[in-house]
Each structure stands twice: as structure tokens, then as C-alpha cells.
């Protein structure tokens, strides 16, 4: 009787302990992981602390109450009025719009075609896209910028849209290839089998299934556009014609001490990336995950 | 679907015939052409003026001279090309391994059921919708001597009177590839962790009654579960970061001295600064032979995973 008791204390103290232990451990995660995503996001707060107001990181930590008291957005608006941030923002919305859009009309068939049909030469096409990948950019700048010298597109923002299209349309077809792959065999057979053209099959009956794949496509061939720095930096001399990032590469020198106008400007390239992330966020992480993991 | 004509008419071509002459063939080069045309112009005919201006003396403004194959046989005893080389393959293997350690890492800690699992993983995706060229300023910053958190630290926390992070040849190449990884981390976690969805959960359960640890559960499960994901992920990775030019360029230009020098760099400096069109294009033809060597010999070793069906 005794022992029996006994037995059942040492259960309930061992049942006890075993909770106290997954508590522990889950606090232990949390702990590590919300503390690893503060290591990680802490260049962004301290890219935002110094636009409101310049400061050092020691004088930040002696005294933030001072920092707190000095802040403003007046570096925002000198980057806005007295810089031509405003032109290298307008010319970047322009030109990867542009390409955006140019490639997708063009890599929409391709990507059909390639994910798709089957014919003889289909692999030897789909190795070839994954081939101009490996094509390094400063390669093909070098003749593109002597050809667009002879063509006077030199300086032309449309021009370097059609630059841009050697690198997002072979990624716009890859990525949207494989979803394509992953559609039922027999969607467009159906429509054909009631008489409709392959090219009608697709427009009605493909283009709008594939809408949501076509939009993340987008999404990323817009961000390596507006990441795009080499083509722009030799293709356009003018500095009102030059993108975000050639621009503000220049800028450094210029503005070295104005630590806050350039986490300003910054911030500002950054922004129209940020508003496409919060809004498309689950396409751009279904597109990231099931692009390589379908391909 | 694919109508074969031979069946029409009443006899057997030889398959490549039909192959060649379905509807389905036609129509598949029919929507291809759009994009071989485009690409044609400008890609594949810059490539070759390329190629073929690597055989010329040019400087961009007069005649090209013909000067063979002098600018290889000059490249091959160059000790500089060759350092330059090395950084640039350090660069590029380096941080993509790093960043895909990480991710998994980040993807291990992730994979687990938690409250606020997905404002966690939307969290770290963040430095991926940060542009390269704000990510190259706001480092510049962090790594500045006097004003940045990184020696802030090291003077808080007693360790030294700060690093010259990107200011001195020993660091900077380390300090760059440093942004480089924070910004392409998220993109192996991501992948990972759609790979780890996708292996059924039985698997451990039968792995745990057969007694493994869960070390060889991950080594003998997850890992070759998440290869097919890993091989396509670290190609394009590496591609682009033998590519990459942005964070280099605008945060030490290649320097001090050329201790953080890579070749798109160096092959920009050369065309469009010292004028010597012809001898950055042999440079960028040597870089094109290297990644197309590791591209197409990785093709070949994973030719499953990559999907060339």
C-alpha cells in the first residue's frame, strides 16, 4: 500500500517534470528564434534610425532619448527635391514595367510550349534557357552597348527594356514552365475536341488557369529588373535617364557624410519592392518554394 | 494528342518523321519563336560579337585591330587575371554554401508547429525584398569605422577598438560576401522548407519505432528528401553569385587594391574605364568558359533533378 503510493508520487512528480521540460523547451525556441530574427532584421531598424536623424551607433546607445528628440523626415524630402532621385525612380518604374511586361508576353508561349508540347528538340530548347543563364552580363554589355551606340539607343529608356529582356526572359519562361508541366495533360484537349484551334484551346482555356502563375512570374521578373545595375550602368550616360540603382551607386561619393539622406534613398528603392512583398506575399512564397522545387 | 500523319495515311514514317511534322511540333516551335527571336538579338548575337571582339584590340572609338589570339595567350600567364579568378570563385562557392547552411538552419527552426509560425517566416523573407543597391548602402554603413553597430559592438562588448571591415584587403572580400548571404538566406529557407513538407510524416513515425535517433532520421530522411530542392537552388545560386556585381561594385569598387575584386567587376573597369573593349571581352569569355564548365558538368551529374526529362 505504501509503496503504491509511493509509486504514484513518483509518477506524478515525473509526469510534472516531463511538462516543465516541453515548456522549457518550447521557451527555449521562441527564445532562439525570435532572437536570431532580431539579428537579422537589425540592419533594417538601423537603415531606418539613421533616415530619421543621423546619428553614431555609440552616441545612439548613450543616449536614444536625444536621437528620439532630433528625429524627422527632412532627409526624405532632400532626397526628394534635391537630388534626381526622383527622375532614377520614375526611369525604374518605367523600364522594369516595361521589360515586365515585354517578357511576360513573350515567355507566356514559350513557356507553354516548352512545358507543354512534346516535340522533338524540346529538351535541347529548355537546356538552352538554363544555357543563357550562364551567359555572364558584363559579356553581353560590352557588344550590346557598341550596337546600341551604332542604333542611337544609347541614353533611350526603351532601349534598355530591350536589354533587360536577355536576362528576365529566360527566368520568366524557366520558372513558369514547370507550372505549366503540372497542369492536367487533358485541359486543352478537351476544348480542341470541340473544336477550338491549340492557339484558342490555350487563350480560353489555359491563359486564365495559369493567371495566378503568370502574376508570380511577374512579381519576380519585375524585382531582378529593378535590381538590375550593370546594363543600366553602361547603356545610360545621363544621369536624369539613369535607373535607381546606378544612380545611387554615383551618389555615395557625392553625399559620403549624409548618412541619413542616403539610408533615405534607401529606403525609398526599397519601398516599392516592400508594398509588391505585403501584398503578394503568399504568391511570391508559393513562388519561391514551388518554382525550384517543381523545376 | 500528337496526330501522326504516317497513321493518316495509312503507313508508318520512321518516328523522327513524325516527330518533326505533328501539329503539335508545329505549334511548339510556333510559340517558341517569339522568345528565339528575342533572345537571338539580345542574347545570343551579343554573345557572339563578344566572342568575336575578344580577337581585337579596341578601345570603343577607332578601328579594331586584329590581334588573334594574343589577348588568351596573355590572360594564361597573367598572375592578376588569375588572382582575380580565385576571388571570384571564393565569392561565389563560399557564400553559397554559407547561405544554403543557414537557410537549412532557419528552415529546421521554422519546420516545427508554433504560434506565429508564418509572421516568423515572413520576417526573414525580408532581406530578399530589400534591393541590392540599398542593401550594398546600408552595409557600408553597419561596416563604417567610426558611426557603424558592428564596431559599435566589438567596443561594447571590450573585444577590439573596431575591424576595418570592408576598408582593409584582409576583410573586405569576407565583409561583402557577409551582405550577401543576408540577403540570399531566405531563398534556400523558403525551399527547404516547401521540400520538407512534402516528406510524409509516417516516415519518421516507422524511422522512431525502428529505434533511430533523430540525427539519422534527418540524415537518412530529410536530407535526401531536400537534395532534388538543394541541386536546382544551389546551380542558380552560384550562377548568379559568379555574376553578381551590385554589393561588390558599390561597397569597395574591387578594393583595397583588388583584394575584393571579382570579374564582372574587373571587366566593367577594363571596357568602359581603361578603354580595352577587346581584352575585357576575351577576360569575360575566359569567365563565360568557367561557368558554363560548372553549369553543364553540374547538368550532367544531377541531369534527374534538374529536369531535363
Known amino acids: 500500500m505504501a509503496t503504491d503510493t509511493h509509486t504514484t508520487s513518483e509518477e506524478s512528480t515525473g509526469f510534472l517534470t516531463e511538462r516543465r521540460a516541453d515548456l522549457a523547451r518550447r521557451a527555449g525556441f521562441h527564445a532562439l528564434l525570435w532572437s536570431l530574427i532580431a539579428i537579422v532584421l537589425s540592419p533594417v531598424l538601423w537603415m531606418f534610425i539613421v533616415s530619421v536623424n543621423q546619428i553614431g551607433f555609440q552616441s545612439f546607445i548613450d543616449d536614444p532619448a536625444a536621437w528620439a528628440a532630433g528625429a524627422d523626415f527632412s532627409a526624405y524630402f532632400r532626397v526628394w527635391y534635391e537630388s534626381d532621385f526622383p527622375y532614377w525612380f520614375r526611369n525604374s518604374l518605367i523600364v522594369s514595367l516595361g521589360a515586365t511586361a515585354l517578357s511576360i508576353g513573350v515567355c507566356t508561349l514559350g513557356a507553354y510550349s516548352i512545358g507543354r508540347l512534346r516535340y522533338k528538340g524540346r529538351t535541347a530548347m529548355a537546356t538552352f534557357l538554363l544555357i543563357t543563364q550562364m551567359f555572364p552580363a558584363v559579356l553581353l554589355a560590352i557588344p550590346l552597348f557598341l550596337v546600341f551606340q551604332d542604333l542611337g539607343l544609347v541614353n533611350s529608356l526603351s532601349g534598355l527594356v530591350i536589354a533587360y529582356v536577355a536576362f528576365t526572359l529566360p527566368f520568366a519562361i524557366w520558372m513558369l514552365r514547370g507550372f505549366y508541366e503540372n497542369l492536367p495533360q487533358s485541359l486543352e484537349e478537351a476544348a480542341m475536341i470541340d473544336g477550338s484551334t491549340r492557339l484558342g484551346a490555350v487563350v480560353r482555356v489555359i491563359l486564365p488557369l495559369s493567371a495566378p502563375a503568370i502574376a508570380t512570374t511577374a512579381i519576380f521578373t519585375w524585382v531582378l529588373a529593378w535590381n538590375e545595375f550593370i546594363f543600366a550602368l553602361v547603356l545610360i550616360n545621363d544621369s536624369q535617364q539613369q535607373t535607381l540603382p546606378p544612380g545611387m551607386g554615383e551618389w555615395v561619393g557625392q553625399f559620403a557624410l549624409n548618412w541619413d539622406m542616403l539610408m533615405a534613398g534607401a529606403i525609398g528603392a526599397t519601398l516599392p519592392m516592400l508594398i509588391v512583398f505585403f501584398l503578394l506575399q503568399n504568391y511570391i512564397v508559393k513562388g519561391l518554394a514551388e518554382g525550384a522545387v517543381k523545376s | 494528342m500528337a496526330t501522326k500523319i504516317g497513321e493518316l495515311r495509312g503507313f508508318e514514317l520512321p518516328r523522327e518523321y513524325y516527330h518533326w511534322l505533328s501539329k503539335e511540333s508545329v505549334w511548339g516551335w510556333l510559340f517558341l519563336l517569339p522568345s528565339l527571336i528575342a533572345l537571338g538579338l539580345v542574347s545570343v548575337y551579343p554573345l557572339l560579337r563578344g566572342i568575336y571582339l575578344s580577337f581585337f584590340e579596341y578601345d570603343g572609338i577607332g578601328e579594331p585591330q586584329w590581334v588573334g589570339l594574343d589577348h588568351y595567350a596573355f590572360i594564361l600567364g597573367w598572375t592578376e587575371f588569375w588572382l582575380i579568378m580565385r576571388n571570384t570563385l571564393v565569392w561565389a562557392f563560399a557564400s553559397v554554401v554559407i547561405m544554403a547552411l543557414i537557410g537549412l538552419g532557419f528552415a529546421i527552426l521554422l519546420n516545427r508547429d508554433f504560434r506565429g509560425r508564418s509572421i516568423a517566416t515572413t520576417l526573414l523573407l525580408l532581406p530578399w525584398a530589400i534591393p541590392f543597391i540599398s542593401i550594398a548602402l546600408n552595409w557600408r554603413l553597419l561596416y563604417n569605422f567610426e558611426l557603424g553597430p558592428l564596431n559599435g559592438f566589438l567596443r561594447l562588448a571590450g573585444i577590439s577598438e573596431g575591424l576595418p571591415w570592408i576598408a582593409s584587403s584582409r576583410y573586405a572580400l ?53 537534395q532534388p530542392v538543394a541541386v536546382v537552388m544551389t546551380l542558380l545560386m552560384s550562377l548568379w553569385s559568379l555574376n553578381h556585381f551590385t554589393l561588390i561594385y558599390v561597397m569597395t569598387g574591387g578594393g583595397p587594391g583588388n583584394s575584393s575584386m ?48
Do not use: C, Q
Open chain 2, 174 to 226: 569576407f565583409s561583402i560576401m557577409l551582405a550577401w548571404v543576408w540577403r540570399n538566406f531566405p531563398f534556400f529557407m523558403l525551399t527547404f522548407l516547401a521540400g520538407m513538407k512534402g516528406i510524409p510524416g509516417d516516415l519518421y513515425e516507422a524511422a522512431h519505432v525502428d529505434g533511430s535517433s533523430r540525427i539519422d532520421s534527418f540524415r537518412h530522411i530529410t536530407l535526401p528528401f531536400l
Open chain 2, 262 to 309: 571579382v570579374l564582372p567587376v574587373y571587366i566593367y573597369e577594363r571596357a568602359f574605364h581603361l578603354g580595352e573593349m577587346g581584352l575585357a571581352s576575351a577576360i569575360a569569355v575566359a569567365m563565360l568558359a568557367v561557368m558554363l564548365t560548372y553549369g553543364l558538368i553540374y547538368l550532367r551529374l544531377y541531369r534527374e533533378d534538374v529536369g531535363g526529362k
